[in-house]
């Protein structure tokens, strides 16, 4: 079992039938929205998702009434839904928790964030980011030669530009230019010989280079990509190549050029006291070059800023042990430290905060097209002279049926079961049982199942028996969702990161069935995995039984960081059609919809992998000509298919239902 909101305890025999009527408040705490919500999603009194834009009021927008808009507008399914207030609010929060730590540590300076884009390069994402920081000066942060071209011009001049990253000849003079045109561009050093390359570029444009060195800390960074710090991380340079720029730079009288020292400890920080630790390291570097002469004037702490993505506050691969308030203190308080002691006046303080800004924003909506249920009776009767296995299972399954059985005897039952079908499956490759004998096997074996579950379930033996954890799996549902976890949640693949994902509707009601969600792809990992719940076993999502004429939809909450740009192309499914909502207490519902992007097309896919149109509409012409002249088809049947195959180039790439 498992604690719950409020300390409440949550079993895992939730999904047995309970006297005490269910609510949307415990559909709220089994899917443990209050730990990954941060005050912007809920659940409403009709039992549908809802999101809060602004959590300091009331106005609240039903996520159902968005997707029945949608609907309405015949939209594309599945979608990705972005409320750009959640993202502005996100921008506003993380500016405000530093401006708040500034000022109750009375700290010397300022507070200048920038957006990492590589976390949604998406220019509708960007350009919100860049307006909602326009009163903090908030900028931009890029690392490659196209992410340098699309940030440049949205830039002015009192806003930041870090350029992390390998850079080329073109990137640095790219830079420099920019510099030259009053723009805060700083090209972040990441070894010797980039710093050289820049010197030379510099010289031969005549202009004096800014510059910014990224430095690797003993300090190792904690959670999952700990690597990205500490002596063998990928990028920065060591401390005595450090000090051979520095020396380089003082030669030519240039130690106003260095100005922004930076590290990163790595996307997700769990613990804070690694922070802590990482940021007082990296201050005392600042402070030994700024009594050195060196006119270092900020101090980037990279990104990192965790997300709970389900965990609440704990110490987990999806979990952080602080909140937004507490890291801005954290770093606030270890610089103005340092630089107390060291008696060096206080650096502007930078932070790259992508994953915290963007990642609630955006909500993935799923279709769900069917069911495979294990122990869903069908039909069929038995054969007329019915093998001796099937005439056992029988047995087995009336003997349930007729008496309330204890553990003992449910668990022989089972062993019995299991025992018959192995016997048949073995009879049957030896060619020795029929097809109809062994179709009757299976049947009467997932109907003892079906019988057995809920006995042992209601039973709570401690120790839990092995055969109750096979049986819940054996009984576990397939979910089939028009997307693909490849293109949408490419990181659950990859990574085994997990999104926090329940149905959007129907929360008032019991989900009385374990599913598992799979996806459209032709293969075995196109599924979701494990699931964020306040039950114990992760393998599985609470869902509810489908009903017939009635759709029903998935909501996989924070995608909006890194999911939209890294997404795969697995079996050719393209981008998911995008809506871009905003609140607005005025309009029916609470919202409108700004845009609407439609996903990609099948011919748009192809593109991308040298298909085009024009040359698969000619053979395909070719193969239906060669039909009808050999007589195998009819000219009019041949036109018809070759113009069914023309429309699909049309079509989306993923499933219309119906």
């Known amino acids: 079992m498992a604690k719950g909101r409020a300390g409440a305890v949550v079993r895992d025999d939730q999904m047995t039938p309970q006297a005490e009527p269910w609510s949307a408040e415990r559909s709220a705490e089994l899917y443990r929205v209050d730990a990954w919500g941060e005050g912007f999603f809920f659940i409403n009194e009709q039992g549908h998702a809802a999101v809060r834009p602004f959590p300091e009021n009331g106005l609240a927008i039903d996520i159902v009434q968005v997707v029945n808009e949608i609907r309405r507008r015949n939209g594309g399914f599945p979608v990705l839904i972005r409320f750009q207030d959640v993202l502005r609010a996100r921008v506003r929060r993380l500016n405000e928790a530093f401006a708040a730590a500034v000022v109750e540590a009375g700290y010397g300076n300022v507070y200048r964030g920038v957006y990492p884009i590589k976390v949604n390069q998406m220019h509708e994402v960007v350009e919100e980011v860049l307006d909602a ?3 903090w000066h908030m900028g931009l942060e890029c690392g490659s030669k196209a992410e340098l071209v699309a940030a440049l011009p949205h830039l002015d001049d009192e806003r930041l530009l870090l350029c992390n990253g390998v850079k080329d000849r073109t990137m640095l003079s790219l830079i420099l230019a920019a510099q030259q045109l009053g723009q ?5 050093v990441e070894k010797y010989s980039e710093f050289e390359q820049l010197l030379a570029l510099a010289d031969q444009a005549g202009v004096r ?27 920065g340079i060591a401390i005595p190549e450090l000090l051979r720029m520095v020396q380089e730079l003082e030669r030519r009288g240039c130690q106003d050029c260095l100005q922004l020292l930076h590290f990163h400890l790595g996307s997700q920080i769990a613990d804070i006291q690694v922070l802590k630790k990482a940021v007082t390291e990296a201050c005392q570097v600042y402070a030994s070059l700024v009594k050195q002469g060196i006119g ?10 965790g997300v709970n993505y389900g965990t609440g506050y704990a110490r987990d691969e999806d979990g952080i042990n602080y909140g937004l308030q ?9 610089v103005k430290e340092v630089c107390d002691a060291r008696e060096v006046p206080p650096p502007v303080l930078v932070s790259e905060s992508g994953r915290a800004v963007t990642a609630h924003h955006s909500v993935l909506v799923v279709p769900v097209l069917g069911t495979h249920r294990p122990d869903t009776p069908q039909e069929g009767d038995l054969p007329e002279k019915p093998h001796k296995t099937v005439k056992g299972l029988k047995k087995i399954l009336d003997g349930l049926r007729r ?15 299991k025992d018959a079908r192995n016997e048949a499956d073995q009879l049957f490759a030896l060619g020795y049982l029929a097809l109809d004998q062994l179709a009757a096997v299976q049947r009467l074996y997932w109907r003892v199942c079906a019988e057995i579950l809920p006995g042992l379930r209601a039973a709570e033996l401690d120790p839990v028996p092995d055969e109750l954890a096979e049986l819940e799996e054996r009984l576990t549902d397939l979910y089939l969702c028009d997307f693909s976890v490849f293109q949408s949640m490419l990181d659950h693949w990859a990574i085994g990161q997990g999104f926090p994902i329940m149905p959007i509707d129907r929360l008032e009601e019991q989900p009385n069935r374990r599913g598992v969600l799979v996806d459209l792809t032709c293969d075995s990992d196109g599924k979701v995995s494990h699931y964020i719940s306040a039950l114990a076993d992760k393998s599985f999502l609470p869902v509810h039984a489908l009903q017939a004429e009635a759709s029903y939809y998935i909501g996989v909450f924070l995608v909006g960081a890194y999911q939209d740009i890294m997404g795969d192309t697995h079996n050719l499914f393209g981008r998911v059609p995008e809506v871009h909502v905003y609140a607005d207490a005025e309009e029916p519902g609470s919202f409108w919809i700004e845009k609407v992007i439609p996903g990609m097309t099948v011919h748009e896919m192809l593109a991308q992998v040298q298909y085009f149109p024009n040359d698969l509409n000619r053979r395909m012409s070719e193969l239906v000509r060669r039909k009808i002249d050999a007589g195998q088809l009819r000219p009019g049947i041949g036109m018809q298919i070759l113009d069914q195959y023309t429309a699909s180039f049309n079509e989306t790439t993923y499933c219309i239902p119906g």
Do not use: C, M
């Open 296 to 305: 270092v004037t900020h101090l980037d702490v990279g990104g990192g800023l």
């Open 184 to 188: 805060k561009v700083l090209p972040i």
């Open 209 to 235: 280079p800014r510059l910014a060195a990224r430095i690797r800390l003993a300090t190792q960074g904690s959670g999952r990509w700990f690597e990205s710090a500490g002596a063998r991380s990928k990028f």
């Open 326 to 334: 507490e890291y801005a203190n954290a770093v606030v308080y270890a």
């Open 133 to 135: 920081g326009r009163p």
């Open 403 to 417: 008496r309330a059985n204890q553990p003992e005897e449910l668990l022989e039952a089972y062993h019995d079961a």
